[in-house]
């Protein structure tokens, strides 16, 4: 049975990076069948997708962040990472990692649902 | 950008009464794009739904989705003590994926 586990510093200076990684065990992140997420969530904006990773490489961001936001894969080490520059207060947010599973395609890009889940880490942006 | 608005915010209903939770799209959901998920203070968030109604790996048949276009359906038949949590709904059809605000289950 998968299992994800986000880890990273809890507390980040304002325009500072944040972060995170997620380990996988029970699978590995070079299953093509599979996308790697995050996810947020704030009382200000509830859940919130942050952008997702395939084992290829290929990224997909959410417009809002795409500007900040890196996410790259180590298959080696069977993790992916979440990097988000110039941090400020409304980035404090509980961060989840997921594995996504392809339900809709178009020609730029695949999405769908999200399980499992992480248990989440709490970021929280403050100097 | 497609917006989901859940309602109600909060339902207060007793064990093994029927739960029926709400959630609005801004606009047309692609065919079946929308997923449910469960989730308590601390756990990681439960998929319980994809596709509208397809109930996910190891889910009880009490859990059921439906709707089409902007209106879909969470119903739980009969509540049972574990499903009191957080409720929210997901939708994967548009420019990126979104969620709804939520909708509560607590005891009354």
């Given amino acids: 049975q998968v299992q994800l586990q986000e880890s990273g510093p809890g507390l980040v200076k304002p325009s500072q990076t944040l972060s995170l990684t997620c380990t996988v065990s029970g699978g590995s992140i070079s299953s093509g069948d599979y996308y790697w997420s995050w996810i947020r969530q704030s009382p200000e904006k509830g859940l919130e997708w942050i952008g997702n990773i395939k084992y290829s490489g290929r990224t997909d961001y959410n417009p809002s962040l795409k ?61 | 950008e497609i917006v989901l608005t859940q309602s109600p ?60 276009g902007t209106d879909f359906t969470l119903t739980i038949s009969r509540l049972e003590p574990e499903d009191f949590a957080v409720y929210y709904c997901q939708q994967y059809g548009g420019s990126f994926v979104t969620f709804g605000g939520g909708t509560k289950v607590e005891i009354k």
């Fill in chain 1, 67 to 127: 500007s900040r936001l890196t996410i790259s894969a180590d298959t080696s080490k069977n993790q992916f990472s979440l990097k988000l520059t110039s941090v400020a207060a409304a980035d404090t947010a509980i961060y989840f990692c997921a594995r996504e599973r392809a339900g809709y395609c178009s020609s730029t890009r695949c999405q769908g649902w999200f399980d499992p889940w992480g248990q989440g880490t709490l970021v929280t942006v403050s100097s």
């Fill in chain 2, 9 to 68: 915010a909060t339902l207060s209903l007793s064990p093994g009464e029927r739960a029926t939770l709400s959630c609005g799209a801004s606009e047309s959901v692609s065919i079946r794009y929308l997923a449910w998920y469960q989730h308590k203070p601390g756990l990681a968030p439960r998929l319980l739904i994809y596709d509208v109604s397809a109930r996910a790996t190891g889910i009880p048949d009490r859990f059921s989705g439906s709707g089409s």
